[in-house]
């Protein structure tokens, strides 16, 4: 190999030595484009948040008030 590019590299022009198109291979890519933040999305989730007794107790008091108020 002779060259590399990187992430946002565009080639204006090139010179062939030969009457043959230029072929490019891919060594490895990155996370920086969009396929590679997909990527890196589905591999490293951002953790969920769920705080499931805080939600637990919103509900019993909820459901208690709704009681209180049915008794009375």
């Given at each position: 190999?002779k060259?590399?590019?990187?992430?946002?590299?565009k080639?204006?022009q090139?010179k062939s030595?030969?009457?043959?198109q230029n072929?490019?291979?891919?060594?490895?890519?990155?996370f920086?484009?969009e396929?590679?933040?997909m990527?890196?999305?589905?591999?490293?989730?951002?953790?969920?948040?769920?705080?499931?007794?805080?939600?637990?107790?919103?509900?019993l008091?909820?459901?208690?008030?709704?009681v209180?108020?049915g008794?009375?």
């Amino acid at each position: 190999m002779k060259h590399f590019l990187f992430s946002g590299t565009k080639v204006i022009q090139n010179k062939s030595q030969s009457e043959d198109q230029n072929l490019g291979l891919v060594v490895r890519t990155g996370f920086s484009c969009e396929k590679g933040k997909m990527i890196k999305s589905i591999m490293f989730p951002t953790p969920e948040r769920f705080d499931f007794y805080h939600e637990q107790n919103m509900y019993l008091v909820g459901t208690l008030s709704v009681v209180m108020i049915g008794i009375s």
